[in-house]
C-alpha cells in the first residue's frame, strides 16, 4: 500500500464498497510487507500475483479509501488491500464472462 497518496481527488468512501463481505478476489499484484505485518521480514512477498481470497472485513483509511481485509488460502495471510489492487471472481461482468468462454466454467471450479 506504499502508492497510497492523500492527494487522490476521488474520495471512494463517498460511494458503495466495490467488493462485499465474503466476495471471492484475486491479488492484480504481488504484496509485500511493508512492516506492518508481524512475524515477517519488510519487503518479504505475503501474497503472489493472481493469488485467491475473500473479503473478510471493510475498512477505511484516512477518510477516504476502503480498505478490504483479503483471506488468501494459500498463503494463510490476511492483507489489506484497496479495490485498484483486486479484481473480483464473483461478480464478472457478462461480457467479460463471454470472452472467457470455458475458462469461466473453470472460475467455478476454484472455490
Known amino acids: 500500500m506504499a502508492d497510497i497518496n492523500r492527494d487522490d481527488d476521488v474520495i471512494e468512501i463517498a460511494f458503495p464498497p466495490r467488493f462485499n463481505y465474503g466476495e471471492r478476489v484475486v491479488s492484480r499484484s504481488v504484496v509485500r510487507n511493508d512492516g506492518t505485518f508481524n512475524g515477517k521480514d519488510i519487503g518479504e512477498v505475503l501474497v503472489g500475483k493472481g493469488e485467491i481470497?475473500?473479503?473478510?472485513?471493510?475498512?477505511?483509511?484516512l477518510q477516504q479509501f476502503y480498505?478490504?481485509?483479503?483471506?488468501?488460502?494459500?498463503s494463510?495471510?490476511?492483507?489489506?488491500?484497496?479495490?485498484?489492487?483486486?479484481?473480483?471472481?464473483?461478480?464478472?461482468?457478462?461480457?467479460?464472462?463471454?470472452q472467457l468462454g470455458e475458462k469461466a466454467d473453470r472460475l467455478q471450479t476454484l472455490r
Do not use: Q, W
Open 53 to 61: 481470497g475473500y473479503v473478510v472485513s471493510i475498512g477505511t483509511f
Open 67 to 74: 480498505i478490504y481485509a483479503v483471506e488468501f488460502s494459500d
Open 76 to 98: 494463510g495471510h490476511r492483507v489489506g488491500m484497496r479495490a485498484k489492487e483486486l479484481m473480483t471472481l464473483d461478480n464478472l461482468p457478462e461480457d467479460i464472462l463471454a
